[in-house]
C-alpha cells in the first residue's frame, strides 16, 4: 500500500511543472471526479480546470469553492451528456478551442443502475457508453493535446524534465473477465454484470492499445475502492436508506471521497513516475484504491496472446466511425 502520506508529498511536487497546468474532468461535478479536479487545484501553480457534466447547480458550486481554494486557478464548466458521442466530439471541440495542450484527463462519468439495456439514439447502451465508450472517444479526440503535454514540459524544477501528460478512467481494474466476443456491444446479451465486464475488460484492454501507440502518454485504469459519492443518487429512498446505513456499518472499508481524490491525482501523476520504463511502457497502468497494482493477468495474459485489444480497439474506432463521421 502506498501511504497516504507518501501520495500528499508527491502531489505537492505538482509545483514542479509550473503554471498552467490543465486538467479536464469528466465527471468533475460530483464524488471521485470532483474529489480528484480538487486535489489538482490544491496543489498546481494557476491550473485551467474542465468539469465536464451535466449539473449546473453543481458545477457552479464546485467552481466558487476551487477558485476560493486556489485564486490563481480558472474553472470552466462544459456542459454535456456524455451519453452521446457526437455530443462529445462537441465538448472536445469547446476544449481545444481554448487549449492546445493538456496534461489531465480524468474520466469517473458514470451511473449506478440495475435497468436492462437502455439504448441511446446513437445505438449504444447508456450504460455502457457512459463507462467505456464516451471515455475512449475523450481520449481519442484530446490525443493531440496531450501529446503537446508530453512534448512541451513547462517544468520550473530540473526534477520534472518531462511533460506530464496523463489519462485515468475510474471503474474497476482488477474486474476484468471474459469478453462476449461476437456482440461486444452487447446488443443482445445485455445484463447489468455483462455490462460491468464489458466496460472493464475493454478499458484495460484499449487502454493497453493505448499506451503501446502512445509512450509518451500515461495511461490508467483505477479501482477507487468502496466510495461514498453521489453515484446512488438515482436509487428510490427505500434504496438510499439502505445504502446510507451499509455506510455506517461499511465505514472502515470504505474510503473517504477527499482520500480517494488525493490517490487519484497521485495515479495520474506520481505513480507513473516511480515505475520502470519497463513496466510503464506501452503498458496502461492497472492500479488499486491503494497505489498497489491490481489486474486480473489470467484474462489479460490470455487476451493478450490472442492480441485481443487490437480487436476491442477496431470495434471501438468502427463504433466512432459510424456514430460519428
Ligand atoms: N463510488 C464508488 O464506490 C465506486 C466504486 C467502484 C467504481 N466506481 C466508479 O467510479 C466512477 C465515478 O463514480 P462516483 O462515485 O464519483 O459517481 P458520482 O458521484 O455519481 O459521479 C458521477 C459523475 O458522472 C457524471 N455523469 C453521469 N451521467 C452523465 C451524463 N449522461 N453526462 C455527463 N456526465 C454524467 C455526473 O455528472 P452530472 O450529474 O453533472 O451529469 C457525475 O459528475 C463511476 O464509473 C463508478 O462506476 C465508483
Given amino acids: 500500500m502506498v501511504s497516504l502520506n507518501a501520495v500528499v508529498q508527491s502531489n505537492s511536487d505538482l509545483k514542479d511543472y509550473g503554471p498552467g497546468l490543465v486538467g479536464v474532468f469528466v465527471g468533475g461535478t460530483s464524488g471521485i471526479g470532483e474529489a480528484t479536479a480538487r486535489s489538482f487545484v490544491k496543489y498546481a501553480t494557476s491550473p485551467r480546470v474542465y468539469l465536464v457534466g451535466r449539473n449546473d447547480a453543481q458545477a457552479t458550486r464546485i467552481t466558487d469553492e476551487l477558485e476560493q481554494l486556489n485564486p490563481g486557478s480558472r474553472v470552466v464548466f462544459v456542459r454535456c451528456d456524455v451519453s452521446l458521442l457526437r455530443l462529445v466530439d462537441e465538448a472536445c471541440k469547446r476544449i481545444q478551442e481554448r487549449e492546445e495542450k493538456v496534461n489531465l484527463l480524468v474520466l469517473s462519468s458514470g451511473i449506478f443502475t440495475t435497468k436492462a439495456r437502455t439504448e441511446t439514439t446513437e445505438g449504444l447502451d447508456k450504460k455502457l457508453c457512459l463507462d467505456y465508450y464516451s471515455r475512449m472517444r475523450f481520449i481519442s479526440n484530446l490525443l493531440p493535446q496531450l501529446h503537446a503535454a508530453a512534448s512541451r514540459p513547462n517544468a520550473i524544477s530540473e526534477k520534472k524534465s518531462k511533460g506530464l501528460a ?68 438515482d436509487f428510490g429512498a427505500v434504496t438510499q436508506a439502505l445504502i446510507r446505513v451499509l455506510f455506517v456499518v461499511a465505514k472502515p472499508w470504505t474510503v473517504p471521497v477527499e482520500e480517494c481524490g488525493e490517490r487519484h491525482l497521485y495515479a495520474a ?32 495474459g490470455l487476451y493478450r496472446e490472442k492480441k485481443i485489444g487490437k480487436v476491442v480497439w477496431k470495434h471501438t474506432v468502427d463504433v466512432f466511425r459510424r456514430t460519428c463521421s
Fill in 269 to 300: 501523476v506520481g505513480l507513473p513516475k516511480i515505475r520502470t520504463v519497463d513496466e510503464g511502457a506501452g503498458r496502461p497502468y492497472l492500479v488499486n484504491w491503494d497505489g498497489e497494482p491490481r489486474g486480473n493477468q489470467n484474462v489479460l
Fill in 166 to 233: 496523463s489519462v485515468v478512467s475510474v471503474l474497476e481494474a482488477g474486474g476484468e473477465g471474459p469478453l462476449i466476443l461476437e456482440d461486444l456491444p452487447l446488443k443482445d446479451n445485455y445484463s447489468p454484470k455483462n455490462c460491468a465486464k464489458h466496460a472493464i475488460t475493454m478499458t484495460s484492454l484499449s487502454l493497453g492499445e493505448l499506451a503501446k501507440a502512445n509512450p509518451s502518454v500515461s495511461f490508467v485504469h483505477t479501482y477507487p475502492g468502496i466510495v461514498k459519492t453521489g453515484a446512488f443518487r
